[in-house]
């Protein structure tokens, strides 16, 4: 089972860096839970986020954010729209299911026809 987080929706900031203090690099991305299997591959409800510093290549931790950051992230996520929650079956996972069904098919004739 593998777990990753895919970039949804990257938004640039105009605010400055606490670190560097540059209006340029500030960016807000937004990433959403993926988890694969041999059977399914489910997009999940989980959203996480990161502000990055391109100018001075750090995270920036919401303990370091200003009111201003704060503001426009409180904006942005309620801007956002994450993709829907899915769960998508891999072809594994019809052999297993007609398979099954396949072996209750001829069960079930077996014994209506050993009763006869």
């Known amino acids: 089972m593998s777990e990753k987080l895919i970039d949804i929706k990257e938004v640039t900031l105009k605010n400055n860096c606490p670190e560097c203090y540059n209006t340029n690099g500030l960016r807000l991305m937004f990433k959403q839970k993926i988890v694969e299997t041999k059977f399914y591959k489910s997009i999940t409800s989980e959203i996480n986020h990161e502000i990055t510093c391109k100018t001075c290549n750090s995270i920036i931790y919401p303990v370091q954010w200003t ?42 004739f077996a014994v209506f026809y050993i009763k006869l």
Do not use: C, H, M
């Open 67 to 108: 009111d201003d950051i704060d503001r426009v992230f409180e904006y942005q996520k309620r801007a956002f729209v994450p993709k829907k929650s899915s769960t998508f079956l891999k072809k594994a996972s019809w052999v297993v299911i007609i398979g099954f069904l396949l072996l209750i098919a001829t069960l079930l």
